[in-house]
């Protein structure tokens, strides 16, 4: 199957008021947004950031149509859920796996959305947009020793971990919680957030991979966290998850393909043709 879409700085349609209101996403882009709402978002306003906010955010989209044709796909950017629908937090400006989660269901015949936060804080934005929302199911587990975000939200299921919880007694609860939620929420995909500020990063994707391949569910991933001064080691710790997934893509190819590529995708090129 041939993707039908390339993703360009121009993208504005519609899944980005999917997940956010129409006001702040114009506001956003036009350069109109208060500038107490960026000093929210941490960052300066500029064209730059509204080019590299609007390919980051189309890359999510991409992601989740490339898991659903193959099973396994990761972002090289991403994991902003702090942005809220009406506002960024924590240098988060539009929640690039809120959008792509509504996209998925719009495009792509996708009903039930899992989103899986693995990142040390809480995803907050992720669990505020769907917090009404039956057909998508937030889980966050987070370090509960935050001091940011303020306030917390209520997350579909939350678990909120001591700080200098070992890497066993970490792996334990993801390996007691993923799988039980994958059985009993039956998603048709995965969103996984993989912040790297946790120790036990490699085993933890490995199990995430492994869990989703056993489920025959999909899998999009956003890299996420890294607040080291040294970026190189930042890097390699962000790569593990991408080898994690080469690894994973092999156990994929005999359980889920031949369904998720049965599945009609359609082109939003003509929702935007539609919207001008």
């Known amino acids: ?100 989660a509504r996209a998925a269901q719009r495009d792509a015949g996708v009903e039930k959305v899992l989103f899986v936060d693995l990142d040390v804080h809480q995803g907050d934005g992720t669990a505020a947009i769907f917090q009404r929302d039956p057909s998508v199911f937030t889980f966050s587990m987070h370090c509960e020793a935050q001091s940011f975000p303020s306030p917390l939200q209520t997350s579909d299921e939350d678990i909120a971990l001591p700080a200098g919880t070992s890497d066993g007694e970490y792996l334990e609860v993801l390996q007691e919680t993923l799988p039980r939620l994958l059985s009993r929420e039956n998603p048709d995909l995965v969103l996984y957030n993989a912040g ?9 994707d490995r199990l995430v991979f492994a869990s989703c391949a056993d489920a025959s569910v999909p899998v999009a991933c956003a890299i996420g966290g890294g607040y080291q001064e040294d970026h190189l080691s930042i890097v390699e710790r962000h790569v593990l998850l991408h080898r994690a997934a080469r690894e994973a893509m092999p156990k994929y190819s005999p359980l889920v393909l031949a369904d998720l590529r049965s599945m009609q995708l359609t082109d939003p090129k003509k929702d935007q043709t539609e919207e001008e």
């Not at 790297?196 to 933890?204: C, E, G, Y």
Request: hydrophobic residues 40%.
């Open 196 to 204: 790297v500020d946790t120790r036990a990063s490699r085993q933890r």
């Open 1 to 100: 199957m041939v993707h039908p879409v390339v993703y360009h700085p121009d993208f504005k349609i519609s899944p980005l008021k999917d997940g956010h209101s129409s006001t702040y996403v114009d506001a956003f882009i036009a350069g109109t947004i208060s500038a107490e709402k960026m000093r929210q978002i941490g960052l300066p306003w500029s064209e730059e950031l509204v080019k590299r906010t609007l390919i980051g955010t189309g890359s999510a989209l991409l992601a989740a149509r490339l898991a659903l044709q193959y099973g396994v796909a990761v972002m090289c950017n991403g994991g902003t859920h702090h942005a809220h629908a009406d506002h960024g937090t924590g240098w988060c400006i539009f929640n690039d796996l809120a959008c792509a």
